[in-house]
């Protein structure tokens, strides 16, 4: 994942425009919030009159990339860091001369089902240097991919502050026979029209609605989203996927060579290694701990016996549950009022005594009409359980805040974190695992609204707010940047399969 410089943008995501209603923070909360934008700020692009040329854009079909010597000289070797410089050009053929692409990089042999993720250095020249971690011997192939152009940023970093509600979420108002909709959100613009607020009591957390003309705020009784407005500007040039995003840059030379075995080699400490990486289509982590194979129902069923889970999130947790559930035939599943996108289900294997459960994360969520009396927040959610050595709690928490400011979600991590400390509290061996952000790369012409760019902030911002804790990460990012498998909002069986053996090795780590 490519590191952050600490350079304020231009335009400050969390500035909301006066309509987006923010929970007020504490001293200590503003400075953390202010040091989170700031490792997360992009590099400043120069300022272009709008509307942005085609030919000034990063153009990754003329840009490439070269494998640098390895350092001493000699063959590579299993264990060896790769480095490998990037030259970004434009359309008319000039080199960059300032940084702020979005890169991917990965090193694999699809043939072995291996892969692992580069970390990406941006040089703010132009010029980008990814380096690789050598875990595997045999052939190795560099692949590197502009996901957005530079001059896409800003237009991305104005669309979640200035226009955050890219996406519309309704209620349904109900009292005898009269039904009246209304618009709602967090981030809810000023009109004559009365508002009805829903603000949380207990995590703070706000969501309005506006008044029906004929009905009392009371008489609320679900919501909904339709209408992903799609977003209509002379920048929609820099959205084009296999044109100016999503579009692998080629080598300047070979892309392929060979790692002979050994792992003698010297790493360079100061350069962060990746959280682990493929080989023959299984995962392994390099963060110290073991990942089991729960390679059948027994193996899986065993490590759950007598324990209870407990996991909210989104639909990219809600796999998880789905994957247990075709994988244990003892496993019932129960769809409480048949919502199947927010739940909440629950599963239970009575003779192994296996209890497991989902819920939604509450309120902003993209779904089909929910009864508003199931959307409960995290936190007020963990503050209801009790815990324990066989208690495992799973939170997964960031693709539906892509389109809402950043300081939106800074706010909702923080309302989980404080959950988070209050459960290990009293509970000190509680299982917590935390489930990052992974790729999706939503296609034309949705590549504005869902872009990667704006899971990559918030993915950021949870793995840093959490950082220290007692808890526990299943790297999704990094488990979708080094696979082979297009790259979806929800990973396919593979990539799950893997996850859920990161997920079980926490629950039932190695003696």
Known sequence: ???????????????????????????????????????????????????????????????????????????????????????????????????????????????????????????????????????????????????NPSEAIPFLHWFVSEKPNGVDFYSTFQSGSLTQTTICSGCL????????????????????????????????????????????????????NGVTMNVGIPASGPAHFTVFPTMKAKTNKDIPGPAGYYYKGLWSSLSGSTVKRFNSASAISQCLKDKVVHMYGDSTVRQWLEFLSSELSDLKVYKLHNMKQCGPYLALDYVKNIFVTFRCHGLPLRIAPAAVTELRY??????????????????????????????????????????????????????????????????????????????????????TMFQGMNVYFVDAWEMTVAHYLKHDIHPPRPIIKNTIDVVLSYICPSK
């Not at 977003?231 to 084009?240: G, S």
């Not at 923080?414 to 296609?443: E, F, G």
């Not at 949705?446 to 899971?455: A, E, R």
């Open 1 to 147: 994942m490519p590191p952050f410089k600490n350079i304020r943008g231009s335009s400050d995501a969390g500035s909301n425009r006066n309509f987006c209603t923010l929970r007020p923070l504490s001293p200590e909360e503003i400075d953390e919030e202010n040091t989170l934008l700031d490792s997360i700020a992009w590099p400043n692009i120069p300022s272009v009159p709008p509307p942005v040329s085609l030919n000034d854009t990063s153009n990754a079909a003329l840009s490439n990339f070269v494998i640098l010597p390895r350092s001493g000289g000699g063959p590579w070797l299993v264990g060896d860091q790769l480095k490998v410089m990037i030259k970004m050009f434009d359309f008319n053929g000039r080199p960059k001369t300032h940084g702020g692409d979005f890169l991917l990089a990965r090193l694999h042999n699809q043939t072995l089902e291996a892969g692992v993720a580069g970390q990406v250095v941006d040089h703010l020249n132009g010029t980008y240097s990814a380096v690789f971690l050598l875990p595997w011997e045999g052939k190795s192939e560099v692949e590197i991919t502009l996901v």
């Open 189 to 240: 613009p000023p009109t004559q029209q009365p508002q009805c607020n829903y603000t949380d009591l207990n995590t703070g957390e706000l969501w309005f609605c506006y008044k029906p003309k004929n009905l009392s705020c009371d008489a609320r009784i679900n919501h909904f989203h339709m209408n992903q407005k799609l977003p209509k500007a002379k920048e929609d040039i820099l959205f084009k």
């Open 378 to 463: 995290v936190a007020n959610e963990l503050d209801g359980i009790t815990g324990g050595k066989n208690t495992v709690v799973v939170i997964g928490v960031w693709a539906h805040f892509t389109t809402f400011p950043i300081k939106y979600y800074i706010r909702r991590i923080m309302s989980i974190r404080k959950a988070v400390v209050r459960l290990l509290a009293r509970a000190p061996d509680t299982r917590v695992i935390v489930r990052t952000a992974n790729l999706k790369q939503s296609p034309t012409p949705y590549s504005i609204l869902f872009s990667d760019w704006p899971s990559l902030q918030r993915d950021k911002i949870l793995r």
